[in-house]
């Protein structure tokens, strides 16, 4: 009987070491795996932020290209109703995607330009509303 607790024990023990390494290859195994599966989800998250930062720069071009046209239409029909709040969302989610401070800066330029082309020609509902644009693309 004692000779068989000893073969129990040693086959117990060694049931504990065979477990203990397959535990620790499984382990190792799915640690690597997942490492791999995070290192994928990184990349197609940057890769689809910056698709989101190209499409939103596109559609705060095509925003402030019709925000600049409205101003200029403003002063031939003064009654028409412009819709500032398409415009302002497109900025706004262009800001939130940390948007590059060139394409920032060339909105600001022309924005500007177009402001004082309006000031001078003595539209001021033109300037009053390119304002407005600026100063939603400008504020933090």
């Not at 402030?64 to 989610?93: L, N, P, W």
């Amino acid at each position: 009987m004692e000779n068989i607790g000893q073969k129990l024990d040693r086959a117990k023990r060694e049931l504990a070491r065979v477990l203990d390494e397959h535990i620790r290859a499984f382990d190792k195994e799915n640690v690597e795996k997942i490492k791999r599966l995070q290192e994928e989800v990184k990349k197609n998250r940057t890769a689809f932020l910056g698709i989101l930062r190209e499409v939103s720069t596109l559609m705060t071009y095509l925003a402030i290209k019709a925000a600049i046209e409205m101003a200029y239409v403003s002063a031939q029909h003064t009654g028409e109703r412009v819709d500032v709040e398409f415009i302002k969302r497109s900025i706004e989610v262009f800001k939130s995607l940390n948007p590059d401070d060139s394409d920032v800066k060339v909105f600001v330029e022309c924005l500007k330009l177009h402001r004082d082309v309006l000031r001078g020609s003595g539209n001021m509902k033109g300037v009053q509303f390119i304002s407005e644009v600026l100063s939603t693309l400008t504020k933090k």
